[in-house]
C-alpha cells in the first residue's frame, strides 16, 4: 500500500489495488478545496460490469503534486473583495466558517448587511447599511459599464449595482468569482476534436467557471488560439490585465454589451482565432453572429441561460443556435406513415454548434453529443440520446451512463444501452477529483428496479425527467415509448383532445390517464405525485384492478353470448351461467334481453348466477319484471363494449342488435 501526499493541506491519497496498470485511488479527505488540487491527475474510462455504466477511474501514471498558489492567489483575491466593506463586517466574514464557501455579499441601503453561503444566508451586522458604505465600496472598484457592471482589476469578482431613479447606486452585490481548475474536464472530450460546445444552465450554476477552464484547457493544454469576447469582465475579469485563470488565451473587451455580435465578427476578423469563446449569448443579433463565425470553420464554446434544450428551441432569439424551428405540412402518404397530423415541426437547417451540455449543478452534467439528433428527437417527441455525468457528493465518485434513444421505427429495439467510446476519453484526463470507485453489483441494480413504466404524450421528455428528479423518483418512475408495457399515461390535455386515438389505445390496454392543462414543471410533478399516490394505494400492480374489472367482464358477456347462440336458440334448452357478482350479472341480463330472451337470477350458496330461459318458458322474468340495484347503477355500462340501446324490434331471431365483443 502506497501513500502519496499532495501539499501540506491536502490529506494523503492511498492507492488501493491495481487492476491491468490502472489504478483506484480512495480519497480520505472531506476537503472542499480536493477540485483545486487533483487537475494534473491523469484518468481513464473503464466500464462497469452494469450495461451503459461507465466510472472513471485514475491512472498509474505518477500523480503530479501541484503547489498552493491558487489556494494562496484566491485567499489573496478574496481578501480585496472583503476590502470593499466596512472593518466591522471585514472582521466578523473572515471568522466565519464558511468563508472559503463564500459565494456573495449583498449591500442595500438601509438594511441589514447579507452574506450568502451554501448553507443559507448569514446577518453580517444588525446595523444598516449606510449611503457611506456603499460610496467607500464603491470607490474601490473600476468604472460601472451601462449594465451597471463592475470589477476589481485582476480578479474574477462581479460587482453589480442597484440604482434609483436618479441614478444613485442605493445597492451592491458583491459577488466571488473562483477560477476552479479542472472544472471543465468532464467536456474535455467533447471540445478537444474541434467540436463546438453550448453550455446551457439557469444562473448561478457555475456556467463561466466552466467555460473559463474551457478556455484555459483548449489554450493551454492542445496550444490552441483562443480568443475569448468577454462582454461583462466575467471570464477575463477586471482591468487591462486578464485574470491569469485564463491561461494562454486572449480576451477582447466589449465597451458596450450591445454591440458583442459586431465585436464577435470583429474578433475574427482581425486576429485569426481557432477557438472564439463567448460568454452569455442573450439576443438574436448575437446568435446571428454565432452562426456565421460556425460557417467560417472556427470552434465556438459559449454559454446560454436555460434550463435544458427545450427551452431554447422554444426561444424565438435563441433557437437558431440549435438550427432554428418551422412549421411543415406533410403530405397524406407522409402524415399516414408517421401516425400524427400534417402540420408538424421540423428543425429548419444545422444547428450553431455539435453538442451541448445542460449544467443542472456544480456536480452533474447531462451531455447531448449530437445537438442535431437531440433537436430532431425533441421535435418528434421521442427520447434524445443524454450522457448524465455526475461528481458524487459522498465523495468522489463520477459516473456516466447514457440513457436510450428511443426511435418510432425501432420501438422493439428500445431500452438498448449504447456502448460508450471509451478509446477516445482513454488518452485525456477527463475530471479532476480522484474518485473512489464504487462498484455496481448485480445485487445492487436489482434494487434500482424500477417500480412503474410511465408513457408520456405531449409533454417534453425532459421536463418529465425533471420532475420526477425533483420528487426524489428516479427508481421508481421509468419512461417508455411503448404504450403497451406502460402502466400510466401522462398527456397534456390539449393534445389528446386531438388524438382520440391515444387515449382509445390506453383504454384498450387498461391504462389510467392522467392529464395536466399546461406542460409546466409545476403542473407535471403534481400529476406524477398524484399517479404515483394512486399507484401506492392500488395494493398491486398499478391499474390492475381496472385490468380484471374489463377482463371479467369480457368473459361473463362471452359466456352469455355463447350459450344464447349455441344452446338456448338453436336447442331450445335452459342455460345456467357460471355464477358471477351481482353487477356482472346485471350486464349478463341486459344482454339477453337484447337477444329477446328471458332470464332470472339464481343463487348457489351465496353465489349468484344467471339462467337464461328459452321461447315459451312460462317462468317470471325475474330480469324483466324486477331489474333491481345492480341495473339501475350500471345502467349505460354495455355502451362501453358497443352494445346498441335502442328498443328491440319484432325479427324473427328476435335480435335487435349483437354487441361488438373481441376476438
Avoid at 130 to 149: H, I, M, P, W, Y
Avoid at 483 to 508: D, F, G, H, M
Avoid at 538 to 548: A, I, T, Y
Avoid at 604 to 624: A, H, Q
Amino acid at each position: 500500500m502506497l501513500s502519496l501526499s499532495l501539499s501540506n493541506h491536502v490529506p494523503p491519497l492511498t492507492l488501493l489495488r491495481h487492476e491491468r496498470s490502472l489504478s483506484f485511488l480512495k480519497l480520505r479527505c472531506r476537503s472542499s478545496l480536493l477540485f483545486h488540487h487533483l487537475y494534473h491527475t491523469k484518468f481513464l474510462l473503464v466500464s462497469s460490469s452494469s450495461p451503459g455504466v461507465v466510472v472513471i477511474s485514475a491512472s498509474s501514471s505518477p500523480v503530479a503534486v501541484p503547489e498552493s498558489e491558487d489556494e494562496d492567489h484566491f485567499d489573496d483575491e478574496l481578501r480585496r473583495l472583503l476590502a470593499l466593506v466596512p472593518e466591522e463586517i471585514r472582521r466578523k466574514l473572515e471568522k466565519h466558517p464558511e468563508i472559503s464557501e463564500l459565494i456573495e455579499i449583498v449591500l442595500d441601503l438601509g438594511r441589514k448587511p447579507l452574506a450568502r453561503f451554501p448553507s443559507g444566508d448569514f446577518v453580517i451586522s444588525d446595523d444598516a447599511v449606510r449611503v457611506k458604505d456603499l460610496e467607500f465600496a464603491v470607490s474601490q472598484v473600476g468604472e460601472f459599464t451601462n449594465d451597471n457592471r463592475a470589477g476589481i482589476s485582476r480578479t474574477l469578482h462581479r460587482i453589480s449595482a442597484i440604482r434609483n431613479r436618479k441614478g444613485e447606486i442605493i445597492g451592491l452585490t458583491c459577488r466571488v468569482g473562483r477560477s476552479v481548475r479542472g472544472s471543465a474536464n468532464l467536456l474535455r472530450d467533447l471540445v478537444q476534436d474541434g467540436n463546438s460546445l453550448l453550455l446551457i444552465g439557469p444562473p448561478g450554476v457555475g456556467k463561466t467557471t466552466m467555460i473559463r477552464e474551457v478556455a484555459r484547457m483548449l489554450g493551454n493544454d492542445y496550444e490552441k488560439r483562443v480568443m475569448i469576447v468577454d462582454t461583462s469582465n466575467e471570464i477575463g475579469g477586471d482591468g487591462d490585465i486578464p485574470h491569469p485563470g485564463i491561461g494562454n488565451a486572449r480576451r477582447m473587451q466589449v465597451p458596450n454589451s450591445d454591440i458583442q455580435h459586431k465585436v464577435l465578427i470583429e474578433a475574427v476578423e482581425n486576429h485569426m482565432p481557432q477557438v472564439i469563446v463567448i460568454d452569455e449569448i442573450g439576443t438574436k443579433l448575437e446568435a446571428i453572429a454565432a452562426s456565421t463565425i460556425a460557417e467560417r470553420g472556427i470552434q465556438l464554446v459559449a454559454t446560454a441561460h436555460g434550463a435544458t434544450i427545450e427551452n431554447l428551441i422554444k426561444n424565438p432569439s435563441l433557437d437558431l443556435l440549435v438550427g432554428g424551428v418551422q412549421s411543415v405540412t406533410l403530405g397524406d402518404e407522409e402524415a399516414t406513415r408517421r401516425g400524427g397530423q400534417k402540420t408538424v415541426l421540423e428543425r429548419k437547417g444545422p444547428p450553431t454548434f455539435n453538442c451541448g451540455a445542460e449544467i443542472v449543478s456544480k456536480t452533474e452534467v447531462r451531455v447531448h453529443r449530437s445537438l442535431e439528433a437531440t433537436v430532431d428527437a425533441v421535435l418528434a417527441g421521442r427520447l434524445p440520446n443524454i450522457e448524465i455525468r455526475k461528481i458524487k457528493s459522498h465523495g468522489v465518485e463520477v459516473i456516466m451512463k447514457k440513457e436510450p434513444f428511443i426511435d418510432e421505427m425501432t420501438v422493439d429495439k428500445k431500452h438498448e444501452e449504447e456502448t460508450l467510446d471509451v478509446s477516445k476519453l482513454a488518452k485525456e484526463e477527463t475530471i479532476s477529483e480522484v474518485l473512489p470507485t464504487k462498484e455496481i453489483t448485480e445485487a445492487e441494480s436489482s434494487e434500482q428496479e424500477t417500480l412503474m413504466y410511465l408513457y408520456v404524450y405531449g409533454i417534453a421528455e425532459s421536463t418529465v425527467l425533471q420532475a420526477i428528479k425533483q420528487l426524489e423518483m428516479e427508481t421508481a418512475v421509468e419512461l417508455t415509448d411503448d404504450i403497451s408495457e406502460a402502466e400510466a399515461l401522462l398527456a397534456l390535455q390539449a393534445k389528446i383532445r386531438k388524438n382520440p386515438r391515444i387515449k382509445s389505445l390506453a383504454t384498450s390496454h387498461g391504462i389510467p390517464v392522467y392529464v395536466t392543462k399546461t406542460n409546466s414543471g409545476i403542473q407535471v410533478a403534481k400529476a406524477i405525485r398524484a399517479l404515483l399516490t394512486d399507484y401506492e394505494d392500488g395494493l398491486g400492480e398499478f391499474g390492475s384492478e381496472d385490468r380484471l374489472k374489463l377482463s371479467e367482464k369480457m368473459d361473463a358477456l362471452e359466456e352469455a353470448r355463447l350459450a344464447i347462440e349455441r344452446i338456448v336458440i338453436p336447442k331450445k334448452e335452459t342455460a345456467d351461467l357460471l355464477p358471477r357478482p351481482p353487477r356482472i350479472v346485471s350486464l349478463q341480463g341486459k344482454l339477453v334481453r337484447k337477444y329477446n330472451l328471458r332470464s332470472e337470477r339464481k343463487w348457489r350458496g351465496d353465489e349468484m348466477y344467471l339462467r337464461i330461459l328459452p321461447y315459451g318458458t312460462e317462468e317470471d322474468r325475474d330480469d324483466g319484471e324486477d331489474k333491481g340495484e345492480f341495473e339501475e347503477e350500471n345502467g349505460e355500462e354495455l355502451d362501453e363494449f358497443g352494445c346498441a340501446t335502442g328498443e328491440s324490434n319484432d325479427s324473427p331471431s328476435g335480435i335487435d342488435r349483437l354487441p361488438l365483443l373481441p376476438d
